[in-house]
């Protein structure tokens, strides 16, 4: 379990490091896209419900542990994860969107979890006052403006031997389904900007250790993975 030291609630919607244009503009049309999504997120949480459940089960969270959620949206996840860390542990939230961020606290607000904070922030370059235990990255990565870096916050952000969990979304990965393949990529882009241009299987296998997929969904087009940090990182 990591010490317990407490980030700042300074919100900043960067970290460090210099980002492009290219890079800050995606910035915008995510804030832009998932702000307009932000009250009307209901049926993604619940047809993703299972999944993400699965997921966060292969972290094996334990009463005390300091958790991330990396593109956090309204807090979906922020229930299971307190029930499993308890009044002791810590759960750090982190979005670009406001609208999200809103909802988020919001949930916290309703449930009077003292242990549960949100900031705004690009996933890219964020940094953190101490690391965690473990990190979770639902419907997130892949809208991001850079993948890589991303994932590579996340590792920097976690104590040696944590995991890190992330549900996804893809093109159908094989069958007859793939005809209908470009029609899925249109619509990831338009509801959710996603990132074509940024692998997140091969970011996260690039980055961690014990890469698994370890659940599929509709038809293999979202999926769960599993990956550790080694030991001496």
Known sequence: MATQKRDQPVETPNGVGSVGEEHEDHLERSRAVWDRWSDHYGMSEKDFEPIRERAIDQLALEPGDRVLDVGCGPGVNFERIRNEIGA???LVGVDYSPGMLENARTRIEKHGWKNVRVRRADATTAEFDAPFDAAL????????PDVRRATETVHRSLVPGARFAVVDVRPVPSGPARVLNPLIWRFFRWYA???PDGDVMDSIDAVFDDFEIVDTAFAGTAYAAICSKRNGD
């Open 137 to 144: 990255a639902t419907l997130s990565l892949s809208v991001m």
């Open 193 to 195: 900007n996603w990132n």
């Open 88 to 90: 002791d542990g810590e």
